[in-house]
């Protein structure tokens, strides 16, 4: 629908309800619905008014969140398993920084859709010589096949997109890298491996769960002939977080609003109780929130309780 047939309808449509809004003495552009007489709005109001009601989020209730929040950050940093936030360790203490040289692979699976990419990056001077990539959506299928079937799918997408021509050139005698994004929960072992905990997002992948995702991809891999190697696992967020910082070095947050939500910011290592050892030279680290099923103070609706009822993971992504 073009945009005028677009506001023709909304002009010429009987109005049940609109939204107004108003400035605060703070500065802060308030907005309220109002519902206006009409033929129908006898009916409707009442639910508008209730799913308003239900919905509300005042301030104290923002406040009680933001409160309950950090008191969990804080927990999850301390030990593993301590808050409702997980504050997955990352292992990425490094960030991109622009200097980078050479071609390189990236692997993103983390919802309905999956995307292959690879880029020329040139140092300072040239940054991003070329950049090329591929979406492919995930057949329904394979969301609740096996594991080998899944990863196979993977697999063959990247061997069929890194036979394609272009300006891109890999040094002789060098391997490719390639930096796999997989946004689902997983415990991260080292930078590159981690254990899934469990699929979301619509995802029942069998066999699959307590194993490492990298070297589910490198086996695959190796079935399809390729010659690579994974080079770093993360999730969305903090690849959104390094893509982000090789543009702006003064980013430290990442938020992610997709299939699922997350965040993840960079923690100085002494702030993190649960890491033991050396520290690194940065002395920084990204930590992984995972608050897709944060929900502490947060007011539900019955169509939250409906959704989640007929989730794949009930009462586990109720956020």
């Known amino acids: ?145 096996t594991s080998e079937e899944l990863f196979d799918f993977i697999a063959s997408v990247l061997a069929n997109f890194a036979q394609k021509g272009g300006n891109f050139h890999l040094p002789p005698g060098r391997k490719g890298e390639i930096g796999f994004t997989f946004s689902f929960p997983v415990k991260q072992t080292s930078i590159d491996s981690g254990i899934l905990i469990k699929w979301t997002k619509g995802f029942s992948v069998s066999g699959t769960a307590g194993k490492d995702v990298v070297a589910c991809l490198n086996e695959a891999m190796d079935r399809k002939g390729i010659d690579m190697r994974v080079s770093a696992l993360v999730n969305d967020t903090v690849a959104t977080l390094a893509g982000a910082r090789y543009w702006d070095d003064d980013v430290m947050v990442a938020v992610i609003l997709g299939t699922g ?3 993840c910011y960079v923690e100085r290592m002494d702030a993190i109780p649960k890491l033991q050892g050396d520290f690194p030279p940065s002395g920084r680290t990204i930590v992984n929130l995972e608050w897709g099923a944060y929900r502490k103070g947060l007011p539900l609706t019955v169509f939250d309780r409906d959704m989640d009822a007929a989730s794949i993971n009930p009462g586990e992504q109720i956020f």
Do not use: H, W
């Open 261 to 263: 939500t997350n965040a």
């Open 1 to 145: 629908m073009s945009m005028s047939v677009t506001a023709m309808a909304t002009a010429t449509s009987p109005a049940v309800g609109s939204t107004r809004s108003r400035r605060s003495t703070s500065g802060v552009t308030r907005f309220k619905m109002a519902v206006r007489s009409s033929s129908i709005s006898v009916a409707v109001a009442p639910m508008l008014t209730k799913l308003q009601q239900d919905c509300a989020t005042p301030l104290p209730v923002l406040r009680n969140v933001a409160d309950s929040m950090s008191a969990d950050i804080r927990a999850g940093l301390a030990v593993d398993g301590g808050s409702d936030l997980k504050m997955i360790l990352s292992y990425v203490d490094s960030l991109p920084t622009g200097n980078e040289k050479g071609l390189f692979y990236a692997l993103d699976l983390g919802g309905t859709n999956f995307r292959v990419l690879r880029v020329q990056l040139g140092g300072k001077d040239e940054r991003v010589i070329a950049a090329e990539s591929e979406q492919v959506s995930i057949p329904q299928e394979l969301m609740s096949a």
